[in-house]
Structure formats: C-alpha cells, structure tokens
C-alpha cells in the first residue's frame, strides 16, 4: 500500500507536521519567554540598548530560528484549519478551488513575513 | 471522496463539551495570530530601524487604539501558548483520560484569563 501525500501540506506526511508544529512551538515559545522577561525587567529600553540585544550573535541566531519557527508552524495551522473547514461537504463542489486559492494565498503571506522577517532580523 | 457518505457528527446538532471550546479557540487564536504578524513585524521593524521610529512606536504606544491592538494580539498569543503547553503536556500521555482532558480544559482556561488580565496590567500601567 502506497501512502498518499497531500501536495500543500508542509511536511509532506502527518507524522512530519506533527514533530515540526511542536519543535516549532517550543522554539517560538523560548522567544517569547525571553523578549516578555526582557521587556518587563527593562522598563525604561532606549534604542541602543536594544539595538545592541537584537545585533548579538545569540539574539540573531534565536531571531532567525524563531522566524522560520513561525512561517513552518503557520504553514501546517493554516493548512489543518483550511484543509477541516473549507471542505465539499461543508461547502459543496466549489470548497475545492475556492481552498486552493486560500491555500496559496496563505502560503504566499507566509513567504512575504518571512523574507520581510530575515530582511529585518538578519540585516542588522 | 466525493461520493456522499454518511456523515454522523452533525457539529451543529451537539452541545459542546469544554474541550472543544479550548480546541476551537485554538484554531481561532492562531489564525488571529497569523494577521499580527504583520502589526509584530511593523513594530520590530520600526524598532530597529532608527532612534526616531523607535521613539515613534513608543509614542504609539501610549495611546488607546495602539494599546488595545497590543493587548488583543497579546491576548490570542497568550491563549494560544497555553492552549498549546496543554498539547505538548498531553503528548506525553499526562491528562489523556476524559476526567483529565476536561480538568486540563478548565485549568487552559483559568491560565490564560489570568496572563490576558496580566497583559492588560503591563499595556495601560
């Protein structure tokens, strides 16, 4: 028996969503973690102050894994929410174009916040 | 698939348990989540960019509409964030049972009320 893959999820296999939408989640929970400590115990933040946080090599590499964190686990919600609800026998014989176009509509909002994203944390 | 079949969850016919509110506010938290991307990006992009567009987002944010879109943004990452601890907990066979899966329902509840009530504390004060 063959698997069937599905051509617009992400990873291709549930299996792989499943691991990657969790890693995803604990990486974008660690900045969060972060930056929320780090704004609360520096209320008065000026530019430099955080213009030199966001140049160290660490806040980068965590900026950039966060970032790709986000578009991954952005790719496989939208697709279980879009692939659950925007369905023919929810919506009749039009769901399927109709999902397709949202589809790649999301996917290529995903792809514009992340090159935008990069551009901003990578170009400092 | 798309011969018909029958169907026997009619969602619409089913008084729904605690659970699937937390499921449903979920799905609804992250797709809010996926629209403030663009306000988080706008921001940090502004942040960095100079000393006086920084200074600009500051000044936004003390006024009322920049603060409730803040706060809104922070409530769906909150909720989300909790909704989701509860996932990963559960992936690892804690809280499976249907008495579990209802506490951990409630207590995704109260967490989350509780960081919103926390967020808007840290937006106005």
Redesign the interface.
């Known amino acids: 028996m063959g698997m069937i893959t599905n051509v617009t999820s992400f990873g291709r296999s549930g299996l792989y969503d499943w691991l990657l939408q ?1 890693t995803t ?2 990486v974008m ?1 660690i900045y ?1 973690v972060f930056v929320t400590f780090y704004l ?1 115990t520096n209320p008065n933040l ?3 102050q ?2 030199a946080l ?1 140049s160290h090599i660490c806040m980068k590499v965590l900026n950039v894994l966060t970032v790709l964190s ?1 578009a991954i686990h ?1 790719w496989i ?2 697709w ?2 879009l692939t659950d609800y925007v369905t ?2 929810l919506l009749g ?1 039009k769901a399927t174009p109709l999902r397709i176009f949202f589809q790649l509509g ?1 996917i290529t ?1 995903t792809l514009v ?1 992340l090159i ?2 990069l551009d ?2 990578w170009g ?1 | ?2 011969k018909k079949r029958p ?1 026997n969850l009619d969602i619409g016919t089913i008084q729904l348990p605690v659970t699937s509110y937390v499921s449903i506010l979920h ?1 609804v938290s ?2 809010v989540l ?1 629209a403030a ?2 306000i988080f ?1 706008w921001v ?2 502004a ?2 960019s ?2 006086e567009s ?2 600009a987002v500051k000044e936004c944010m003390s006024g009322t509409f920049c603060q409730l879109i803040i706060w809104a943004s922070l409530a769906a ?1 909150a909720y989300h ?1 909790v909704a ?2 509860r ?2 907990i559960m ?1 690892f066979g804690i809280g499976e049972t249907l008495e579990g899966g209802r506490l951990g329902a409630k207590v995704v509840f109260i967490i989350a009320a509780v960081l919103i009530i926390l967020a808007g504390v ?1 937006v106005w004060a």
């Open positions: 969790r989640a604990v929970a969060v609360l000026d530019y430099s955080w213009l966001n986000i952005a919600g939208l279980a929410v023919v026998r014989p999301m909002i916040y935008w994203a901003i944390v400092i | 698939m798309n169907v799905r992250g797709v996926f991307i663009a990006l940090l992009d942040s960095l100079s000393e920084f200074n990452l964030m989701g601890i996932h990963l992936d840290w």
